[in-house]
């Protein structure tokens, strides 16, 4: 059944947040995912985050086994630590769930 998540980022380096789209992107179609909204956000006006929140977008996957697969395949992993890491200060997941 297809899974979808909601996130929201604090995206400290837009450009190298972009490489790592950018890189992850193949691997993330291989594993029956896609980006079905994405948004930079001007004003936050309520949050339960520890951290600022300036991107937000729902991802999807085919199944949740996929998206468990492709967040912990090695190639996912060094896209992450090369890219993500540098660009991104705080993750907060809003939920997950099965369309």
């Not at 979808?4 to 995206?11: H, N, Q, Y």
């Amino acid at each position: 059944m297809p899974y979808e998540m909601m996130v929201g980022l604090t995206v400290t380096d837009d450009a190298v947040y972009r490489q790592y789209r950018r890189a992850m992107a193949p691997l993330l179609a291989a594993h029956g995912g896609g980006f079905r909204y994405d948004f930079t956000v001007a004003k936050v006006l309520e949050s339960a985050s520890e951290h600022p929140i300036n991107r937000v977008f729902a991802i999807y996957f085919g199944s949740k086994p996929q998206m468990d697969a492709f967040f912990a395949h090695p190639d996912y992993q060094a896209i992450k630590a090369r890219f993500f890491q540098r660009s991104v200060a705080g993750t907060t997941i809003f939920g997950g769930y099965e369309r």
